[in-house]
């Protein structure tokens, strides 16, 4: 039997929903001595790992960002050296908007081989799911993912830049900052585009609701949308089956 | 037995790997007893339906877009209507940049019931399997999918507004396009942002050039670069670990 060699396999999770996983991604957590877990990650995928792997949480505890990546560096390193394969399991794709990078790169400069196992990512997903086309023919040809919250906790001012443009914008880590977004919008003149802000895609508690710039806070309110949610602006949300019936409605009774 | 109800299930067949694909595709279809699959879906991923169960090529020809896309519509709806379950399976994700949208309205005007599998995009998963994230703390904290090519197959007016922010940009469809893009990001003198190229990305054949705005068309050349291709512009591209080794090497020179 060949003696096993030190491997870190980051492995995108997928967006929430268990059968939204990968075969590649199974066959990972299948062959993992070690799993390093987050909080955005379904548990019932941990039931593919082998009886005696270690599943180690190591979910993040808000305002302590930097601290604890520094930690979940050292573990994987010292995992794996113990010629172990350690996976680390991450909602969504493990290279956006996850420091898989970071972990990657840290992992390589203690001659650690790595590999990567793309996931399905909850910015396209959820709409996806949603009946919402991020792109759609003569209404928008290309789509922008942004997180709303920096490292700083300040707003992204991509979002400024965004709200000028007429790419279907994606905002992730945004409920909080809903006002915000609408008020630059608003700005823009553009009071009138649709929003979807969608609450636990793709598991059974998901919720969302549909309006546009200018009724959307009022409607999450009353829906009490919190967080993990998604929130997608521009024209296309306005394909969803339910706005484009009610449109369809609107058409019989008007024209 | 209860007697089957017509259905059409859009399913995404993710980016070229046949590994992948979730387990929510392939139950959806072991189910199907149609199945219309486009040019870029790995035939593979074909080997998982009933043996009794149709399998129809529909790949789009080139200059024929739309007259294609109403026969596929009409296909749909007349294999359903026989009270069958009919798999639409599509490269990547099904909702974006596909006309899955109008796939599902088209049907459900009919009163067919339709359900969506989401599936790994290209435009995520390539990058990420090239270890080039497209997101990352300090360098971007945002990203911009663009198909290069309209319907009109005039270059996109997105890039232009892209090439402004900082964005890291994503570019499908766009390597015949590589001059014109160039020449965007240079008029606002952003020859140096780092430029990926990625064709047949995730499948044994994958191939591809890492360079600048002002080196890559020559690189492309030279690597005899074709489609169909991924194009990463921003400066996550130097994060690759070939470009981030020789960056080290050059501080360990010059420093």
Redo the contacts between chains.
Sequence with gaps: MLSKQPKLTLV?A??G?P??????A??AIESADVILYDALVNKVLLEYSAEKALKIFVGKRAGLHSLIQTEINELIVEYALKNNHVVRLKGG?????G????E??HA?SYGIETA??????SA??V???Q???????GVS???????AT??NHEI???IE??S????TVVILMGTQKIKEIVKIYQQQGKGNIGVAIIQNG?SENEKYVLGTIDTITEKAEDAQIGSPAVIVVGEVVK?H?KM?HASNLYQTQWV
């Design positions: 995108g997928g967006p929903d059968e939204l996983i990968t075969l590649k199974i066959r794709d493990p290279m956006i908007f420091r898989g990078q970071e990657i790169e390589q990567i196992v793309p996931g399905i990512s396209i997903a709409p996806t799911l009946h919402i086309p991020l792109t759609a023919r040809e290309s789509f922008w993912v942004i997180t920096k490292a992204s001012k991509d830049i965004a000028q443009s007429s790419a793709t394909l089956p484009l």
